[in-house]
């Protein structure tokens, strides 16, 4: 992620990650870990365990675009 300010992605990143926590979404897959997203509460997940997380979510009803953020 790149921006023209400071911390720019870093505080998108937490305004989606609180959305989608509203939305009542179950799962954000960083790929990366960081000690900035651990300091945000992201851990790294076995494979099984991400697998099994995503095989329940996936059919849940989700969100159809374009999304809108909640005020």
């Not at 870990?33 to 997380?53: D, Q």
Request: hydrophobic share 45%.
């Amino acid at each position: 992620m790149f921006s023209r300010e400071p911390d720019a992605s870093r505080v998108a990143l937490v305004r989606l990650a609180r959305q989608l926590q509203q939305w009542e979404f179950g799962l954000i897959d960083c790929q990366m870990e960081t000690p900035h997203l651990a300091s945000m509460g992201a851990r790294t997940l076995p494979r099984a365990l991400f697998v099994e997380k995503l095989a329940e979510l996936v059919n849940l009803p989700h969100r159809r675009g374009p999304w809108t953020f909640d005020t």
